[in-house]
């Protein structure tokens, strides 16, 4: 402890400060100027400090329900959530035994993290569009001609977007339980099955209890990366938008404080659901270490 720092260490030091205020310095910024007073304007310094761009937002802006905006993608993030969870863990315990073309499937689902996000919600926009056309034509053909008449599109929240939002959210779901099962002691399964457990019970009493902070984690990811996610939605999100499009459009139209207020709002959710995973995680290890 009482060594003496040498110059390189200071010049990491430097350079390292230097990067978190790189990397949190605009979120810091956006929050400190969404309290301008009412005649405040975009940048520095404040002229007065209020709450004043955070009724203004609640109110609404324009033509944007920002509220509707906000809870739909709430909606969709649980959703992801709760689809990234499920198909990780799945995948993670099958791939677990010898699953023949285990290989090229698990390269087929993480080549979507590699391929550029507009190419991917492209792709998923057209197919819902030919898959559109097709159920034009079965309704025609069924003789269903009212449906036809009055049937839009098949791209929504919870179909295209949904779509569109996995495949950016389960690659990075896999590779963590991949890594947990990785170092996973099978000897707690074996213990387990030796004082006459069914495999439900083992996966139930057993595993889930050890790679429940895990979980917690793939949960978090889910959630937080389909919070914020705008490229692999553009192209699929059908009708209704996110709050992320919604927020990208505004910047082009809204000149006031209120982006920031939106900013510092959307910040706020992720730092809570961040905040609340890592609860979470840390009482489930908690248990996990009570209960050995």
Known sequence: MNERRTPAFWCLAAFFALFLLFLYGPTLTIFVLSFQGPEGGLTFPLNGLSLHWFHVLFEGIGVIDIGAALMRSFKLGVLVTAFTVLLAVSAALAFRKNLRGGGALFYVTVASLIMPSIIVSLGIGLSFRLLD????????????????????????????ALGAQLTWTLPFGLLIMFAVFNRFNAAYEEAARDLGATPWQTLRHVVMPLIGPSVVGVAMFGFTLSWDEIARSSQAIGDLNTLPLELQGLTTTVTTPVIYA???????????????????????????GAGR
Do not use: C, D, H, P
């Open 133 to 160: 056309g097709a159920l034009r034509q079965f309704f025609e053909w069924a003789g269903w001609a009212g449906t036809a008449e009055n049937f839009n599109t098949s791209m929504g929240l919870y179909t295209s």
């Open 262 to 288: 939106l900013g510092t709002v959307t910040t706020l959710v992720s730092i809570l659901v961040v905040s609340l995973a890592l609860g979470l995680a840390a009482l489930g290890r908690r248990r996990s």
